[in-house]
């Protein structure tokens, strides 16, 4: 029996059990997609997470309120020996040389009003750095002022989902906003952005942090953005801000200082293990699968007991009755895989048409093992039904009932 004889008795075999061959199929195509789906998600999420940190350029050094023994993990706040002040952020600007820019942020929740319409939103404290660091752009207007944080006067920046809903149908640059108790003139409105590391910046507020701590009856920011001037210093930078903030603190450290490479790598080791999680659960799929179609031959096998004792009586050997179930059972396992990849593209596809900003694609490797799974867990789970059609007697099978 040749190899073109094998493919022909085998596709006649699944075409003459339409609804068993289809189930099949099927069941195959789901696993399949659903490897190339969940991986796509857990891929999307990785260069999203990366995507955004890049926006920031690759000088980035982060210092947080608190002592994270694990460098990339973010402490916990609260309960920290001593506070971040406007005061340790001027030392930062005037003592580390190697930074180009200096944005404290703080963030806070309050009810804006502009008339008769208010919303709840985000106010975050920031100053004229915060922009550069952040690579805001704006839709109009400007941005807060620089100089002296306690000397700003009572401005805002809002974001173009606020522009829209509290000052529609003109521009809000010259109008005043009400936050909480106090007023602010608005004197820019952010482009478009959406969600940035954990932020709306379509839906936030940004005033001068010396307001914005005192609105809050707060002394401690929240964060310190800090840019090194070039890759080179990001290293120094780090064991510099250490140093200054060691010595105001009394020779306590008791901040932790990120890097952007570490963050990025910590979040890429993170979402590398979700992804490969993501593919093992949906990997179960595909072996439920493969036991649908050992299944589905072994019924085969028990029905077509005649016609395999025929093909022995008429000279075939044991393997070649082997190879024709196996090749029967890598057809089905194979044309599932095909139909689940066709299938897990068009919901990728999708995915981007309902979500464009989030950037999923299945990785090649997602791809081609959900391929050789599928074609191996039809074989597989093939082998015991073509091994038992090759074990049978072909007087015992000429002389059983069809």
């Keep these: 029996m040749r190899g073109g004889d094998l493919l022909r008795f085998a596709a006649g075999a699944l075409r003459g059990h339409r609804l068993r061959t289809s189930l099949s199929l099927l069941g195959v195509a789901i696993g399949v997609a659903a490897v190339l789906l969940l991986t796509s998600l857990g891929e999307g999420a990785r260069r999203y997470v990366t995507g955004e940190f890049a926006l920031l350029g690759s000088n980035l050094v982060i210092v947080l309120p608190g002592k994270a023994e694990t460098t990339g993990v973010v402490p916990v706040s609260g309960g920290v020996p001593n506070d971040l002040t406007l005061e340790d952020v001027e030392a930062l600007r005037r003592r580390v040389s190697t930074l180009s820019a200096v944005a404290p942020l703080s963030v806070g929740g309050l009810t804006a009003r502009r008339g008769e319409r208010s919303r709840d939103l985000t106010v975050a404290g920031v100053t004229a750095e915060w922009r550069e660091i952040r690579r805001l752009a704006l839709r109009e207007g400007t941005f807060l002022p ?173 393997g070649q009755i082997l190879r024709a179930f196996l090749v029967e059972a890598a057809l089905l396992s194979t044309a599932g895989g095909v139909l689940g990849l066709l299938a897990g593209w068009g919901g990728t596809a999708l995915l981007r048409l309902l979500y464009p900003g989030f950037p999923v694609e299945p990785p090649l490797w997602a791809v081609v093992a959900a391929l050789a799974v599928s074609v191996s867990v039809g074989l597989v789970f093939g082998v015991l039904p073509a091994r038992r059609a090759a074990r049978l007697d072909p007087i015992v099978a000429l002389a059983r009932r069809a």
Excluded at 160 to 174: D, F, T, W, Y
Excluded at 242 to 252: F, M
Excluded at 253 to 273: C, H, N, P, R, W
Excluded at 287 to 296: L, P, S
Aim: aromatic share 2%.
């Design 146 to 318: 620089p100089g002296e944080p306690s000397r700003a006067p009572r401005v805002c920046v809002i974001g173009a989902k606020v522009a829209e809903e509290l000052i529609p149908g003109r521009s809000p640059l010259g109008e005043t906003l009400r936050l909480g108790e106090e007023k602010f003139r608005v004197t820019g409105v952010l482009a478009p952005r959406g969600v940035s590391l954990g932020l709306d910046l379509d839906e936030v507020v940004l005033i001068p942090i010396a307001h914005q701590l005192r609105m809050f009856d707060r002394r401690s920011v929240f964060r310190i953005l800090c840019e090194a001037r070039s890759p080179r210093d990001v290293d120094g930078a780090k064991r510099a801000i250490l140093a200054v903030l060691r010595d105001r603190h009394d020779g306590e450290e008791d901040v932790t200082v990120l890097t952007q490479d570490a963050v990025m790598k910590t979040f890429g080791k993170i979402l590398s293990i979700l992804t490969a999680a993501l593919a093992g659960i949906a990997g179960v799929s595909l072996t439920v699968a493969g036991v649908g179609i050992m299944n589905v031959m072994l019924v085969s096998v028990s029905e077509r007991t005649r016609e395999v004792g025929l093909l022995k009586a008429l000279g075939a050997s044991r």
